[in-house]
Structures are given as structure tokens and as C-alpha cells.
């Protein structure tokens, strides 16, 4: 489904403390798509959400593709891709051109063989992350 599709439903994301980059995030997420972002309540971890997700029939959450789930066979959830655009968080990594530490290249050059091959256009991230 689209980021969009979602505008009407209750997103529910507990633990994003106002004013943090995560909260930054989220907050252009909607505005970009018309969405309700809730970020009440504290963040006690996966499995409490996802039951807190599974026992109520209005509340859905975001979680990243690669995240590694496992859920009793009698939890009622689904994974929806999000697609045409699909929302991005950008973790960043601070080059400097003096840092010359023999890690950060190979680092760097894993993330860029290993993530994932979208074509320009499919992705959204928030404008501050923008090139």
C-alpha cells in the first residue's frame, strides 16, 4: 500500500520524545501524507506493542522491513509493505576528511552494496535529509 492509504487510520509510534530527530521525522512523515501519528504513551519494547497493535482493531504501527519479528501463530497481524514512495529513516554517517580510520571506508562501502536497490523516485525521506 501507498503512505497515503494510511491517512484516517491511528499510526501508533509510544516513546518519541518532542523535539528529537525521531519526532522530526515523523512529524513531516504525516504533514507529507496526511497522516495521524500518535506518540503517546512509554516505549516498553516490540512484543508489547505488537500485542497492544494485535488486541485493538484501530491502531497500526510502522516497523522497517529488515526487522527480524516473531509472533505466536494466534496473533492476528500483518506486515504491509509501504511502497510508491517508501518512507526511509536516513541514519547518516559523519565523514570527516581527516578521519582516516580503515573501518569507516569498508563500512561505508557495505551499506552501499547492501541496502536495498530502490529507482530514484520510490523513496521518501524528510526534507532535512534531502540532498
Not at 516498553?44 to 526487522?67: K, M, N, Q
Not at 494466534?74 to 576528511?97: E, S, T
Amino acid at each position: 500500500m501507498r503512505p497515503a492509504d494510511l491517512a484516517g487510520h491511528r499510526i501508533w509510534m509510544p516513546g518519541i520524545v518532542p523535539g528529537t530527530e525521531w519526532a522530526t521525522f515523523y512529524d513531516e512523515l504525516a504533514a507529507a501524507f496526511g497522516l495521524t501519528v500518535e506518540v503517546t504513551g512509554p516505549d516498553f519494547g516490540i512484543e508489547p506493542l505488537l500485542d497492544t497493535i494485535a488486541d485493538s482493531a484501530g491502531l497500526v504501527t510502522f516497523v522497517g522491513e529488515l526487522t527480524r519479528l516473531v509472533w505466536p501463530a494466534d496473533v492476528d497481524l500483518r506486515r504491509i509493505p509501504l511502497r510508491d514512495p517508501v518512507p526511509v529513516y536516513p541514519h547518516a554517517l559523519v565523514c570527516r576528511a581527516d578521519n582516516t580510520h580503515p573501518t569507516l571506508a569498508a563500512l561505508r562501502e557495505h551499506l552501499t552494496r547492501t541496502r536495498p536497490h530502490r529507482p530514484d523516485g520510490a523513496v521518501w525521506a524528510p526534507a532535512w535529509a534531502r540532498r
